[in-house]
């Protein structure tokens, strides 16, 4: 096929050219050093770095005759380099794939110089570094493995020492182009304040007692039940009490005592880091960082004060419809299918004006024995804050690694 391709070029040459022009080279007989073109190629989806493109730029002698072409062909990460330019001159560099002529530069090399064509948008994983805080209920990370993610770093949000640690220091998190949250992942005193009354000791109404007014134990009490008699124990072994144990939505606790932290410097933290240019990405139960940190921006269902109140979602495979116009395009598709295989996620009943909305779908929510229906409940939204810019998916991330949520995570990406 490249063969084939070079054969109009090489007739043309052939039949406007005489014998003395076919491969005259007027500067090096003037004496002038060569320069160069250097460019990058990306697909004309965005998605990628495009390989064994054809880059290519005529060269016309002083009488208009063409007497040669240079070609290069972009390697594996898109790039292409067009040597022995004559210099003084100004070039069409055209970009071919296949049979399609993707783009055009017009590019003026003098001598010497080494001209480098503006580097296009395009999607490079390799390009962006990313913080994984782990989490009981999503692996984020094992998609952005599929994604062509190489510069990623767990931080594991089950210890509570390792998480504060990160999440105390400003300047540790700017050193990260993204930071993703995964749902379960320590949040008492980290996202939310810790109650003044201890786990089990709190008075009427305290959403750390064992049962609510109908005498039935309340969803996820178990832990903090659990998690008192091993306090308990741990006091009359050493006549101390623990003082790291931190509770994460069906995690582990980090009982050793270590770094110390504060729920209200890392909301400061979080958000300073969103509004100097970095972005967050949480899913399903990291629900909180956002609610907590931006209150105004999503309203969930249940009370916004009360921690974990809004994980009230029903089991479903919903057909979710693109929402956001650009996304369609991307996907080639309307809608897409997302699963919720595991229930009290957390659904929104509305969004700021300032949020986007890029799928929504017709789900329920369950209150007590009551169930609810949310028509075109968004299901994954974005927003800006300062410089940077927050997404969230109510669903599982890793749950819903199909080719459809994959180019749409490409694209959520792309766009933080």
């Not at 009488?63 to 022995?84: K, P, Q």
């Not at 897409?336 to 909305?357: K, M, N, R, Y």
């Not at 997404?391 to 749950?399: I, L």
Request: proline letters at 4%; charged letters at 25%.
């Amino acid at each position: 096929m490249r063969h084939l391709l070079l054969y109009p070029l090489l007739i043309g040459a052939l039949t406007g050219c005489t014998e003395n022009t076919i491969f005259k080279n007027e500067d090096e007989l003037a004496g002038l050093d060569p320069g160069s073109i250097a460019g990058r190629v990306c697909s004309p989806s965005g998605r990628t770095w495009l390989a064994d493109a054809m880059a290519y730029a005529h060269l016309i002698d002083g009488d208009g005759m063409l007497y040669d072409t240079r070609i290069s062909y972009t390697d594996r990460d898109g790039f292409f380099l067009l040597n022995d330019m004559p210099a003084g001159h100004t070039y069409t560099v055209y970009v071919q794939f296949g049979d399609e002529i993707l783009e055009t530069h017009t590019v003026n090399v003098d001598e010497r110089e080494e001209v480098a064509i503006d580097e296009p948008d395009c999607f490079d994983p390799l390009e962006l570094d990313v913080a994984v805080v782990t989490g009981d209920y999503d692996e984020f990370q094992d998609v952005l493995e599929h994604m062509g993610f190489a510069n990623y770093e767990l931080i594991d949000g089950l210890i509570a020492d390792e998480m504060a640690g990160f999440l105390m220091d400003l300047d540790t998190m700017l050193q990260y182009d993204i930071i993703v949250f995964n749902g379960g992942h320590v949040e008492e005193g980290m996202i939310y304040e810790i109650p003044e009354e201890e786990e089990g000791d709190g008075g009427p109404g305290s959403i750390f007692d064992d049962e609510d007014d109908t005498g039935a134990a309340d969803e996820g009490d178990e832990d903090v039940v659990e998690e008192e008699e091993v306090d308990e124990e741990s006091d009359d072994d050493t006549g101390a009490d623990d003082t790291g144990d931190a509770d994460a939505d069906g995690g582990e606790e980090e009982t050793a005592p270590g770094v110390s932290y504060n729920y209200e410097v890392i909301h400061n933290n979080i958000k300073a880091y969103v509004n100097s240019g970095g972005a967050i990405y949480a899913s399903d139960w990291a629900y909180d960082v956002v609610e907590q940190v931006w209150p105004e921006a999503i309203n969930f269902v249940g009370a916004d004060e009360i921690p974990d109140a809004a994980q009230m979602g029903e089991y479903g495979v919903i057909n979710a419809t693109v929402s956001d116009g650009a996304l369609a395009e991307w996907l080639d598709a309307d809608y897409t299918q997302v699963e919720f295989d595991l229930p009290v996620w957390p659904p929104i009943e509305g969004v700021a004006d300032t949020v986007s909305v890029h799928l929504t779908g017709n789900i329920e929510y369950r209150e007590g024995t009551n169930i609810f229906p949310l028509t075109a409940s968004p299901l994954l939204v974005s927003f800006t804050s300062g410089e940077g810019k927050v997404a969230y998916s109510t669903f599982r991330v890793a749950k819903n690694a199909d080719s459809d949520i994959i180019l749409t995570l490409q694209y959520m990406m792309y766009n933080l």
